[in-house]
Structures are given as C-alpha cells and as structure tokens.
C-alpha cells in the first residue's frame, strides 16, 4: 500500500520570507512523488514531480521540493513566499512498481501568505 | 485550449435520485479518473480509466459506477445518492497513467460540488 501524510493542515509564512510544505509518503519501491495546487473554488493545477534523477526539483511558480529518500521526505519550497501563494497544497505519491495505477493524495496543507 | 470539464458544477439533490456527473476531455488522454475531495482527506480516487472500456476501481468506489465508452468522456454515476456523497468531485486525465513518461502531467477539472439532502 502506498501513502502520504501531510503533518501541517495549515501553514502561515510572511510574504517575502522562504515557505516550506512538508510531505513524508511510504510506498514499495521507488516513488513517483508529486505536488499539486489549488486555488479557491478552481481544480488542482500540478506544480512539479519527483520521477527519478536529481533530488531537488524545480516546478511552476518558482516553487521547488526537494527528495530525500532516506527521510522518505518530499518538501515543498520556495525561497519569497508571496500572497497570491495563498492556497491549498498536495502532495501526491505513486509506487514506481509496475502494477500501480493510481496516485495517493494527502490531506492538503492551507498556506496563507501574510502581507 | 487544452482542458477537462465537468458539468454540473453545482447540484442539489435528495437521497435516492439517479444522477450523473459528465466529465469531457480534448487532449486526447488515455487515462481519467474521478476524486472526491473533503475536508482532512484530501483527494480520493474513486474509479479510473486506462482506456476505452477498460475501468477499475479506486479506492472508494461504493455507491459510484462509470463508463468508458468514447475515449474523451468518463462519466460518473451515482445510481442512489445518499448524504455520504456529499462531497467535491473532480476528474482528472493525462496522457498516460501517473508516472509514466517523463511528460506526464495530470490535467484536472474545475469541480462539481455535490449536496445530497
């Protein structure tokens, strides 16, 4: 079975200051691992994924996540937060086995950007 | 443009009352799927699709049916709601299912938000 857990429901960063949304996932084999966006009353909008290769991805929005595979961590970052960051954020994982099909959300993370 | 629609976005409905959800999407994609969304459980996959005529179930599929018969449209059927179903619902599809390719990126619709009385 795969999973994600997202620790923080709700994360408050002033604007201008580095924002992190942390993500640890347990799944069999290596994990295809993703983080998606979403903004009031819209659908989710994918940021960046981690499929293998460099450790520190960089996505959409000048967001980035790092992987750590020992940590079984894949933590969203940006170095200025801003306040149209203010959403909702998931993190996604899939095993990187044959068989699965599917991508396992977890709960989301509210970021609010403070001005 | 590339997108995924859902129509309702918005119904009302009471227990027991047939309804669908359609979901249309014009990229071309092979895979699609249905999530719910509520509040501390982030997305949950209800049914998905690797093709035409090929679907299977999620990870909550009860009370949910589908249907893959043309490859852009994946609607989502609820036979007898019931007020558990009151949730957000989104479809999703990309190219290939999750993972696969290094272009995979999953479009997504803009929700339909579902009260069942």
């Known amino acids: 079975a795969q999973s994600v857990a997202q620790p923080e429901d709700q994360v408050n960063v002033a604007e201008g200051n580095p924002l992190t949304v942390k993500c640890t996932y347990s799944v069999s084999g290596n994990p295809y691992l993703f983080w998606y966006v979403q903004y009031p009353n819209r659908g989710l909008q994918f940021l960046l994924k981690y499929i293998t290769g460099d450790n520190l991805v960089k996505g959409s929005y000048g967001f980035e996540a790092e992987f750590n595979k020992s940590q079984t961590s894949f933590h969203l970052k940006k170095p200025s937060a801003l306040v149209s960051d203010s959403a909702l954020y998931f993190c996604a994982v899939k095993s990187g086995e044959g068989s699965a099909r599917q991508l396992t959300f977890g709960s989301g993370t509210q970021l609010t950007v403070l001005p | 443009e590339a997108q995924v629609t859902q129509n309702p976005r918005y119904l009302i409905t009471v227990t027991g009352k047939k309804l669908t959800v359609t979901c249309s999407q014009n990229?071309?994609?092979?895979?699609m799927s249905w999530y719910r969304q509520d509040p501390g459980l982030g997305l949950r996959q209800i049914y998905y699709s690797m093709n035409v005529e090929v679907t299977d179930k999620g990870d909550v599929p009860e009370g949910y049916k589908v249907s893959r018969k043309e490859k852009r449209n994946f609607p989502l059927i609820l036979e007898s709601p019931s007020p558990n179903q009151t949730s957000l619902y989104f479809c999703?599809?990309?190219?290939?299912?999750?993972?696969?390719?290094?272009?995979?990126?999953?479009?997504f619709g803009p929700g339909t938000r579902l009260t069942v009385l």
């Open positions: 990229m071309n994609h092979e895979y």
């Open positions: 999703a599809s990309s190219l290939k299912p999750p993972g696969q390719g290094a272009s995979y990126t999953q479009y």
